[in-house]
């Protein structure tokens, strides 16, 4: 059965240096998305894309991070300068099919849990 | 500020009871409704989804809806001991692309 997968696993940062997390969506699938958990709260929407382009992105989304496809598999979440209050699991899920019904389901990769130290 | 409620929890059942997780949400705008299953540390898993007033049964699972109350819940039959995990609940408004807006969730127990 296709799935999302994500790499790294865990990546650990110092505060301030660059992390890029990677997901590999769903073949076939046409909307992408980026979430994060903090230890013990709910899961988080950050961003959206959709046909190389942001559709709908979250207030936690501000200018430190951003998000590309940079080729016809992968999808990125880069964060430019990290902070302590990154540290989170972030998640990538995708949706949609072309052309089966409504298909609003929302398919989660495994996470890749980010310590900022 | 959208807004989706659930009972934390823990809620416990017995192996082979019936377990009832309940949602409501605040944007009247939702469309659609979503039921995540989530093991420690692990990802949410799809479990079911429901996008009209009523029941929608897929196994062991049934989701019901209601617009009107804005409140949807989950029934699990015959429980399993593996079904011990935190529930969440996740509406967005149907258009494709859009945030799902999640709940706390609800942390069930399943004592054999």
Same mark, same amino acid.
């Given at each position: 059965e296709p799935e999302v997968t994500q790499t790294p696993s865990h990546q650990v940062t110092q505060m301030g240096q660059e992390v890029i997390l990677r997901c590999v969506p769903i073949s076939n699938h046409l909307y992408f998305y980026w979430y994060r958990q903090i230890l013990g709260q709910k899961v988080e929407f950050l961003v959206s894309f959709y046909n190389n382009e942001i559709s709908e992105k979250s207030e936690?989304?501000?200018?430190?991070f951003s998000v590309e496809r940079p080729d016809g598999s992968n999808f990125t979440l880069k964060i430019r300068s990290t902070k302590l209050e990154d540290s989170a699991m972030y998640f990538c899920a995708s949706s949609i099919q072309p052309g089966q019904g409504y298909n609003y389901e929302q398919y989660f990769g495994p996470g890749t849990r980010l310590t900022v130290t | 500020q959208k807004e989706v409620e659930q009972n934390s929890g823990p809620l416990s059942v017995p192996e082979g009871a019936i377990a009832s997780l309940n949602c409501t949400y605040s944007d009247r705008g939702s469309q659609s409704f979503f039921w995540y299953r989530q093991y420690s540390g692990k990802s949410p898993e799809l479990i079911m989804f429901i996008y009209s007033n009523g029941d929608k049964e897929d196994g062991r699972f049934t989701a019901q809806l209601n617009k009107a109350s804005q409140y949807v819940s989950l029934l699990i039959r015959d %429980?399993?001991? %593996?079904? %011990?995990a935190t529930y969440l609940c996740a509406v967005n408004t149907g258009q494709a692309g859009t945030a799902l807006i999640f709940g706390k969730g609800t942390t069930l127990s399943v004592s054999s």
């Open positions: 936690i989304f501000d200018d430190q | %429980s399993q001991p %593996s079904d %011990s």
